[in-house]
């Protein structure tokens, strides 16, 4: 886009900015039964007839910020990349010196060059349709959803269908779905970082209290899409969805290509030495084939063809296949990848670091006990505990699930017919508790918490031992942390349940009336390990990735767990530790420490960023309000299906089932993508540097051109179908065993290595050529070039076979059915047009059958060769791809 387009289109983002935020300050401004009449809605909601209006007005409530997934976008996204701009350019230069300048036009070489640009721009641009449809159809297995309220019911739908005018509830965790004006907050706190980049989350309220000097992110009363609930819950009326949001409006301004990880950053670099190479190599070749043939205008027309040759056009189409085949086959094992990019980074992850809830566990928490501060049973305890979880309006996770299943087992679901919530103060994690205030039929008050053992304790000063209240001293503190550490340490995730009736007739309650309670005891929960947990582990350890559990349970449950699921619990740190520690003390614990319990959103996050900071590539796999934080700033962030929406809206990946067994084979397809890729990368940056060499000696001492510009180019065609099949190509099992990461200095040793190997065989070739065959003339050039036409491409296609492996081709490494078709059918297009009159359409002699032996002779010299060369560089780098 030009400068006065740019100028334009922000001009016009400013202008939609404008128009939007005049409208939000003026639904900030007005009360609330105006907006009702505004959007001609009633406290129970809009009607369907009016949803179905409105949706049509309106369309899907989803942001398009530019036109990427079109045909014509992904047409020219496929043909304008540096190599096809490079071809296109050769292709006007040899327009212009074979048929403007040319006495006899000549359009060959014009035809075969536009051939390469077309035939990559086609499978390239196939194959961005076919990942993006399969993206699509993807992404429809994963949606985040909505509470909303429909002709007086409170329904549950996908967030595109939401309209203006419709009231959604919203609690932690959730993301706000439109431009919303709030009806109702109960200590909502929203976190606007991707609106504002302000990490600390702001409180909303329901009443008009802005200023006109506000900005407009700063209003109280407004929620806009792009950020999400932290905590607390509300109700809020919808005022703009889609484009019409202010996100919406200035997404054009948001809106861009994503950071390029290191795997990206390297292939682009080895792009660029390539071109370099190659536009070094060009004015090489000119001038001494024109000095040495003294024909300047061939000279120029074989420079320009050894330019084609020496440019990897086909590295875009077998990056683009290669990671549309991996995200395809990644979601037969029930993996979804959002971003082709993490593919890579998936395989190269050495660590991952995971929540123990539902991952190592089952994920089906059971109530399994109820007692008092003895730890003996009792259901009173269960009761209180019922009353705060069936009450609370926010995110019922499973413990509050468990409860009100025991619960109704023992028939308490009556006790609710004499109770009425008054008002709640929401779970958070700081304070790690949430209370609710009740009033029964005789209008007694009462606050009911429940909440981490420690953080109860600390609001407590009198504890009810036996039916009798008395002061929380030091020996019935004593008394209770026994009975709470007894139970943690054999597994039970522990949470303790108070209460008080001294709280205020009226008026708004807050984290303040959370003091002098009394403590009534302990409700115990079991949350079994998976069977598959400790065999997924293994297998990951085995290939290199070391599990990390980082949870904000207690050390006790945490440990129990751990150690059945083979985690190292030899070792284990508190948040509380990690706070204590420097970043240099924590790096140094990360090196021995497997589990990190009772850890808080910002010390998971720490975490994390002390083992990249150490080196190591860090996946996070987490699905709560507290795992955001984590997953945003893991190299990788995973999460499954059924995690809160902005844990999902964070994530890369999405597991569409919970087991680390579906992680682990997720993880060995991320590095057999990144083989794939890496092969025709060694391949394409060797041969090419072996080309440079042989061209470079031929030109030197040869009284001929060692081919013709038309025959090199069909020779690159060739070539690069042979290639095609590279995508689909199996990948060794000991190449997958450790992370694989993207290492330049491994490129560049490959290729001093295989480079010049295939110089000594193209040379011996020259030799054959113009000793045995007797090709030693400028008449008979012709038949020079076509031996070596015939042996330069069908070595170059059957070196694949012996690059594309460590191990000894056919015999203990087979290759995919696809590349080995893809490369049969080109040797034998190779061979017929060498030993046949084909050879004469490319201005080439005929071979004859005396070259056969020859060949043969060349190509199993040059396999083998390969062969040995290999187990040198093996011992030499302990590798091979």
Known sequence: MNFFGKARESKQIQKNKSGSEAKIRNFAARNIDELYEEFEVTRDGLTEEQVETLQDEYGPNAITTDNRNTVLTQLREAVVNPFNIVLIVIAAISYVTDVIYSA???????????????????????????????AERLSQLISNKADVRRDGKMVEIPMDEIVPGDIVRLSAGDMIPADVRFLTTKDTFVAQAALTGESAPVEKFSDVRNDAHFALTDLANIGFMGSNVVSGSSHALVLATGNDTYFGAMAKSLSGDRAKNSFERGVDSVSRLLIRLMLLMVPV??????????????????????????????????????LAKGAVSMSKHKVIVKTLGAIQTFGEMDILCTDKTGTLTEDKIILEKYMNPHGEDDKRVLRHAYLNSYYQTGLKNLIDLAIIKRASENGLESLLDAYTRVDEIPFDFARRRMSVVLEDKNGKRQLITKGAVEEILAICSLIDM??????????????????????????????????????????????????DMVLLGFVGFLDPPKESAKTAINALREHGVRTVVLTGDSEGVAVKVCGKVGVNTSRYLTGRDVDAM?????????????????????????????????????????????????????????????????????????LLKKDLMVLEQGVMEGRRTFGNIVKYIKMAASGNFGNMISVLIASIFLPFLPMLPVQILTQNLLCDFSQMGIPFDSVDKEYLKKPRRWETKSIRSFMMFMGPLSSIFDILCFLIMWKAIGANTTLLSPLFQCGWFVFGTVSQVLVIHMIRTRKFPFVQSKPSFALLISTLLVTI?????????????????????????????????????????????????????
Not at 286 to 307: E, P
Not at 833 to 842: A, H
Not at 855 to 876: C, D, E, G, P
Request: net charge negative.
């Open 285 to 322: 070749v000119l001038i001494v084939n024109g000095f040495t043939k003294h024909d300047w205008t061939g000279a120029l027309l074989f420079a320009i063809s050894i330019a084609v040759g020496l440019t990897p056009e086909m590295l875009p189409v077998i990056m683009t296949s290669t």
């Open 104 to 134: 006899k036009p000549d359009y060959t070489t014009i035809i075969i060059i536009l051939s390469l640009v077309l035939l990559s721009s086609l499978v390239a641009f196939v194959q961005n349709r076919r990942s993006g449809k399969a």
């Open 466 to 515: 036996n039916g009798t209240i008395q002061p929380l001293d030091d020996a019935a503190r004593k008394i209770a942390v026994r009975t709470y550490e007894t139970h943690n340490s054999d597994g039970l995730r522990m949470l303790a349940v108070a209460q008080k009736n001294e709280v205020p007739a009226s008026g708004a309650f807050g984290v303040q009336d959370e003091r």
């Open 582 to 654: 420097n970043a240099d003390e924590l790096g140094t614990a990360i090196e021995t420490c497997d589990l990190f319990a009772k850890l808080s959103p910002a010390q998971k996050e720490r975490v994390v960023r002390a083992f990249q900071a150490a080196g190591h590539t860090v996946g996070y796999m987490g699905d709560g309000i507290n795992d955001a934080p984590p997953l945003h700033q893991a190299d990788v962030g995973i999460s499954v299906d059924s995690a809160v929406d902005i844990a999902k809206e964070t994530a890369d990946i999405i």
């Open 829 to 881: 297009v190779a061979l017929v047009i060498g030993f046949t009159g084909l050879s004469t359409g490319l201005e080439m002699s005929r071979l004859p059958l005396t070259f056969v032996p020859w060949l043969a002779l060349l190509l199993v010299a040059y396999l083998l060769s390969t062969q040995f060369i290999k187990s040198v560089y093996v011992k030499k780098y302990g590798e091979w791809l």
